[in-house]
């Protein structure tokens, strides 16, 4: 059943029970519960829809946790290697001043 069309019923029904009150916490409960098949609905519609999502590549791996090791280990070499092929990419300060001389005598 649509959302629209239970919206519709229930603003089309009159309120046959107008002096039954029901207390805020069970209208927060009855809306929460409400919510919650909706948006299962919703979502489990939703699935599998297109297979374009499941060749998206993964791009955040968690930090490991204090007892893998292995894992701490990894990631400082890997930073590591990857802060010296940074570093080699940079001039450095003999071929800084070429660049200043050479520009300096133009």
Excluded: C
């Excluded at 916490?25 to 297979?51: I, P, V």
């Excluded at 800084?96 to 005598?105: E, P, V, Y």
């Amino acid at each position: 059943m649509d959302w629209k069309e239970v919206l519709r019923r229930r603003l089309a029904t009159p309120n046959t029970r107008p002096n039954k009150k029901k207390s805020e916490q069970e209208l927060k409960d009855e809306e929460m519960d409400l919510f919650t098949k909706y948006y299962s609905e919703w979502k489990g519609g939703r699935k599998n829809t297109n297979e374009f999502y499941k060749t998206i590549p993964r791009f955040y791996y968690r930090l490991p946790a204090e007892d893998e090791v292995l894992l701490q280990k990894l990631r400082e070499e890997s930073r590591a290697v990857f802060l010296q092929r940074k570093s080699r990419e940079l001039l450095d300060n003999e071929e800084l001043q070429a660049i200043f001389h050479s520009k300096s005598l133009r």
